[in-house]
């Protein structure tokens, strides 16, 4: 077992190794102490990963025994709106845990009513129906111990019987095992729908309330980290809106000195400043066409009957389906292609949502759902890229409220853009760039911590 900074590599009785992400804090190194079920592992109610304190076999109940079961409020229309908080599917699935706070929904009810619906601390919470079976009866926990709530009509509350951690018992409702129980006991057809009786069926295992404390106490650290990576995400992403707005508008321009387009900017404080005060050695910036700094290629749909997916053939994009996380992922070949992009070039959607950005990553066959543009002589292909990707919101702005679902190739070509030198637009898109490679270390991050946290669900739990 190894560990960096921010990453460990455990290894199970079978030897295998798992890179994750994780809190460094004490419970990190009680993790690290973590044992396998031993001599034990193949007995069905010991947990594959187990904090070395505790052993013994877990014990099999069902729900019926932990909680008594309630469905919840149906209340005229126009009550709601306005007075206490009401707890919906909404808030049930959730990432995580309901506290009144995170409550999206109000209510006004008598004291009867209120007596008779609401939840307090502890009080578990299930989706009564979905349209599909793998999604009915989510469960979440209420955690405020301060505030009462009330549930809805699309809700079962379940009140505990024993005693319990409530972080455990949320842990333990969102395990694979415990979810099977739950949506093999659903029934319905167009709709999928659990009910009390069947809820009170469900067979889950459970632990000693100490063990049920280590456990609640861990994965929530590793929930934390997942926040903290999710918020620093965030204030990345704004950063860097703010960022492209303040440079693309010119409020912002590079540092005369600053003119080493090896030099990747560590802030935006000291690689560029305001440019009213700053005596900038770049020329002036230049309006021109988008047609005029970059080539750009409409689609063109081939015949569908030369669509395929055993890869006979070119790639084929045709619009948003074949585009994940900014960069190409198509579906399906063409044998006949017609118009064609390459490796680099950038992909704009252009039927509705229009304008989405992303980069190519194959030589290919692009269909009239998209345009290909490659960068000219007087551009550098990542600028036009930022700017692309700065100019979304306003093809979202005019496609709301309107019949927009569609644009030219001569809207594209006639879009107008301000241009900088070719040495400032390529400090911009570095500077820009660099802010892209962090946001996505910072989602791996958030993924491998994602896929450690469901690793554990996994074995820590029977």
């Not at 102490?33 to 187990?50: A, C, E, H």
């Not at 005369?256 to 005596?279: F, G, Y």
């Not at 198509?330 to 252009?350: A, M």
Request: glycine residues 6%; aromatic residues 8%.
């Amino acid at each position: 077992m190894m560990k960096d900074e921010n990453k460990i590599t455990i290894k199970n009785t079978s030897n295998q190794q798992t890179d994750c992400f994780v809190p460094r804090n004490d419970e990190l190194q009680e993790v690290l102490s973590l044992r396998g079920g031993t001599t034990k592992q193949s007995v069905s109610l010991i947990p594959k990963l187990r904090f070395k304190e505790f052993d013994g076999d877990w014990e099999e109940t069902t729900l019926g025994n932990l909680f008594t079961f309630k469905n919840g409020l149906n209340s005229d229309k126009e009550k709601y709106g306005s007075g206490i908080k009401f707890i919906n599917v909404l808030d049930i699935i959730g990432e995580s845990v309901i506290t009144y706070n995170s409550i999206i929904g109000k209510v006004e009810v008598t004291e009867k009513e209120l007596e008779k619906n609401e939840v307090v601390y502890g009080d578990v919470l299930f989706q009564r129906s979905s349209e599909t079976r793998e999604e009915v009866g989510q469960a979440n926990v209420y955690v405020d111990e301060n505030k009462r709530a009330v549930f809805g009509g699309f809700v079962i509350r379940g009140r505990k019987k024993v005693d319990y951690n409530p972080y455990f018992m949320n842990y333990l409702l969102k395990t694979s095992s415990a979810r099977k129980e739950v949506t093999t006991k659903s029934g319905g057809s167009t709709r999928y729908n659990v009910g009390q009786d069947s809820l009170s069926k469900v067979f889950v295992k459970l632990t000693s309330i100490p063990e049920q404390h280590k456990i609640a106490s861990f994965l929530t650290s590793v929930d934390t980290k997942i926040q903290q990576l999710t918020t620093k995400k965030q204030l990345l992403e704004n950063y860097k809106k703010g960022a492209m707005q303040q440079l693309f508008s010119q409020q912002l321009r590079f540092k005369p000195e600053d003119t080493n387009t090896n030099v990747i900017a560590r802030t935006k404080d000291e690689a560029i400043s305001n440019s009213k005060n700053a005596q900038t050695s770049f020329p002036d910036w230049e309006e021109k066409k988008l047609g005029e700094v970059s080539i750009i290629t409409m689609g063109q749909s081939p015949d569908s009957k030369s669509y395929n997916e055993k890869g006979k053939g070119s790639f084929l994009i045709q619009g948003n389906a074949d585009i994940k996380g900014r960069i190409t992922s198509p579906r399906q070949w063409t044998n006949e292609p017609t118009k064609t992009c390459e490796i680099g070039d950038l992909i704009l959607t252009v039927r509705a949502p229009v304008g989405s950005i992303a980069k190519s990553l194959h030589n290919a066959c692009i269909g009239r759902g998209v345009c290909s543009i490659k960068n000219n002589k007087n551009s550098n292909i990542e600028f036009l890229y930022q700017f692309l990707l700065s100019y979304e919101l306003k093809w979202i702005s005019l496609e709301q409220g309107s019949t927009f679902t569609a644009v030219s190739g001569k809207d594209i070509k006639l879009l107008k853009i301000s241009v900088p030198s070719l040495k400032e637009q390529q400090k911009i898109a570095t500077y820009l760039s660099a802010i892209d490679t962090k946001i996505e270390n910072v989602q791996t991050q958030i993924e491998k911590t994602q896929a450690f946290k469901k690793g554990l669900l996994q074995q820590m739990f029977v």
